[in-house]
């Protein structure tokens, strides 16, 4: 027969119903299992009942064969008189074999039982044909055995069971007369089905719970493995805080050093400077590499700081316009003595707004900072401001060497540089600030002729959580 649909979810495992049992069985096991010395024997059974099929397997052979061994002490006419004894020897035998099945290949558990089932009701059949067909007292093995297939295989297969059995007896009769007769037909099978279905029902119930235990079960581990997961990163983001403090305060540390070599190199280059001859000269041109360095040094320890030490931005109504006008006026000289030219356009709808003049200027600054860089072989620097209907754009424009497509997609990420001195840190700050002020950044270069950087910020900010 085809297993039911209710009991297929269960697997061939599903020697379900059987929980108590299998429970009350593990439960007496255990402690024997401790007990090495074998003193009682009836721990061994206990042992080998521990699966749920086997206890099926063993629970329906024990009901079966003393099923068989009860209905033949009933008296039956001499001509029906069957050899009972060895007949209930014999099935002992292929009942112990169905058990050894199970414990051998326990995945093919639910073919076995379905096999055995089959055989067992052709052996009721037989049995109700040789001992009067519609007056054998074997019909009532059909009680125990629908019943407790119903209970493992589920509450279809039992009204399943209950049909056959009452067609068997039915086909038994009409075989080997005395036919049964109709009532008694149907007598059997409310007597077989009820309790079968009954029984297939609580299975069913049963099965249904196991699985949603089983569910929550995988729920729980999987929750459990992400929260293990999540305290090794925990663990991993304390240290890498440790270490982030670490270098804030090395970086903070080194710095009044370096403004003291700063000063000491620029006082030696004065001195230097003073003396006119030849090995002077020779001296002079290595203070100067060295300033050029400490100086490089003074602003890789500035920008590190800057991105470590971030601070809330402080909002007061400024002029961005005056804002950028004081920058471009501030890199000017250093820009024409590079020979690149500096062009300012501000527009004046650009209204007053609510910023933080010090963080803003330093977005702006990094992206000017980053024009001058890239105009090393010098070229126009443009910076304008813009009013739209409700956002104010600041522009950074350059003619240099543009941003190739495999930089692009990283300018923002930290630490990106492709600057033999460079932090990475520039754009990912101005980006950081610009969304601080609820603006947006965005980026165009035409490889060859140049980049432009543009905040957008809005002229009424939305205040973030
Ligand atoms: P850094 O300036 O320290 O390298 P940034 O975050 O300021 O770090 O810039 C990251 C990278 O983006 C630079 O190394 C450079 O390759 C590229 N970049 C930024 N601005 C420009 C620009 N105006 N022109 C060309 N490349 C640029
Ligand atoms: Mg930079």
Known sequence: MSAPAQSSSSGPGGGVPLDGDAAGAAATASPAGRDRSGRRPGNVVFRLLERDERVFAFLLAVVMVGGLATVGLAPVRP????DVYSLVLWFGAYKTCILALVTVNPRATRHIFSGAL???LLLVFALLYLTGGGDSPYVNLFFPLVAVNAYYFGRSAGLLLTVIAGLSYWAAGQLAPPEAAWTAV???MGQVGLPAVALGHVADRERRARAEVERLNA???ETLTRLQAAQQELVVAERMATVGKLALRIAHE??????????????LGDIVGARPDAEMAEAAGLVKAIREQVVALDALTEEWLAFARFPRPQFEEDSINEMVAAVVEFVRPLATRQGIGVHLSTDPAVPPMAIDRALLRQAILNLVKNALEALSQGGALTVTTTRS???????????GAGIPPEVGRRLFEQFFTTKPQGTGLGLSITRQIVEEHGGQIHWSSTPGAGATFTASLPIKRTERP
């Not at 001509?79 to 069957?82: P, Y």
């Open 186 to 188: 149907v007598i059997l």
């Open 219 to 221: 729920e729980l581990r």
């Open 254 to 267: 080194v710095r009044n050093p370096i403004a003291a070599i700063e000063l000491n190199a620029e006082i």
């Open 79 to 82: 001509r029906f008189r069957i």
């Open 118 to 120: 089959a055989v067992d």
């Open 389 to 399: 209907s409700d956002t104010v754009e600041i522009a950074v424009s350059d003619t």
